[in-house]
């Protein structure tokens, strides 16, 4: 297994995310970007490349030369479903090679091609448009990860900088819905797999987990809302009695000030707001979004497809520096490597 070489899916090529795989490159050595391979078409990243200026050198490699030619060149892992993608114009016939590299960046992770995945922001309406039917991104990659094994695994999605690392514990769903969705199993489940992924993953020998309230003031023994008491308390003690370093409700007003968040690792955030907003604030240029869960290393930028500036290049390229910058760390802690 190359325990240096980060798998780079194009996302949606009518996206940003071409142009940042053309910055990474670019400021590889400045932003201490590791080796990464880009699946993508060639012929529609050379195009972009002039566009947007300065031209960058492309070389179509396999995965066994692929790290070895990064420093003067961008290794591309051609796909079968080409692209004909214009900057800022989402369309579904993009679509066939959005999924073509997300499926062969999986298979080249659990083969030991490549150390990691990195993958670029996708759209889903586009997706949706073609047939897609999948919930999301990560949804995908959970489905894919399961073939052949005897369950799909469960991921968490965790939102990372050096200053602040979140979990959502409910996601995407309106904020009516979330009492009832919030449940004590959904809460010790999604604390277990991320004390699990912050141990393998990121060397925390201990990890510590902050579990926001629900309600204002945590509840306030009651009487601002039941579910903190009822809900959230008994998960942390179940986690608690799983040897996970769990403590809470808190406030989540007074839980992500520089001197709290020195008391512990990451934050679950009962919603998705509760929790984002955070880290949003602190580090919005630089965040990466992590899934935990999976048998593999995935990682991608903590920002959309921004088709309102593609092909402009002016996106800037922090988020999936930072993304692979991470996901290299993460394989080295996995592989007991120095960070």
């Not at 799909?152 to 769903?173: D, G, K, N, Q, Y």
């Not at 409700?249 to 839980?255: F, H, I, S, V």
Request: hydrophobic share 45%.
């Amino acid at each position: 297994m190359s325990q240096r070489l980060l798998a780079l899916t194009q996302g949606d090529p009518a996206g940003i995310g071409p142009e940042l795989a053309l910055a990474a490159w670019r400021q590889r050595e400045e932003r201490a970007i590791p080796p990464f391979v880009y699946l993508g078409d060639i012929a529609h990243l050379c195009g972009l490349a002039e566009r947007i200026g300065p031209p960058v050198r492309l070389r179509s490699v396999g995965w066994d030369d692929a790290e070895a030619c990064f420093a003067t060149a961008l290794p591309v892992i051609e796909l079968d479903n080409g692209s004909s993608a214009q900057p800022g114009v989402p369309d579904p016939a993009n679509a066939a090679g959005v999924i073509e590299a997300i499926e062969r960046g999986v298979e080249a992770v659990q083969a030991g091609l490549a150390a990691a995945l990195v993958t670029n922001p996708i759209a889903k309406s586009v997706l949706y448009a073609a047939g897609f039917r999948h919930p999301g991104h990560t949804e995908f990659l959970a489905e894919l990860a399961g073939r052949g094994r005897a369950a799909t695994p469960r991921p968490v999605m965790m939102i990372w900088s050096e200053e602040l690392a979140v979990i959502p514990v409910t996601i995407h769903i309106p904020l009516e819905a979330v009492p009832a969705q919030l449940t004590t199993e959904l809460i010790v489940e999604t604390g277990r797999i991320a004390a699990a992924d912050l141990q393998r993953r990121f060397g925390v020998a201990r990890p510590r987990l902050a579990l926001c309230g629900l309600n204002p003031h945590a509840g306030e023994g009651g009487a601002l809302g039941k579910e903190d008491d009822a809900v959230i308390a008994p998960a942390i003690a179940q986690l608690r009695a799983l040897g996970i370093e769990a403590s809470g409700p808190y406030p989540a007003d007074t839980l992500f000030h520089a001197r709290a968040r020195a008391g512990y690792d990451v934050a679950l955030g009962m919603y998705h707001d509760q929790a984002l907003i955070p880290i949003k604030t602190i580090a919005f240029d630089d965040g990466v979004n992590v899934t935990l869960g999976l048998p593999f290393i995935r990682t991608s930028p903590d920002h959309g497809t921004a088709f309102d500036i593609a092909g402009k290049g002016i996106a800037r390229p922090d988020s999936l520096c930072a993304a692979l910058r991470l996901a290299a760390r993460m394989a080295a802690a996995e592989c007991g490597e120095p960070a």
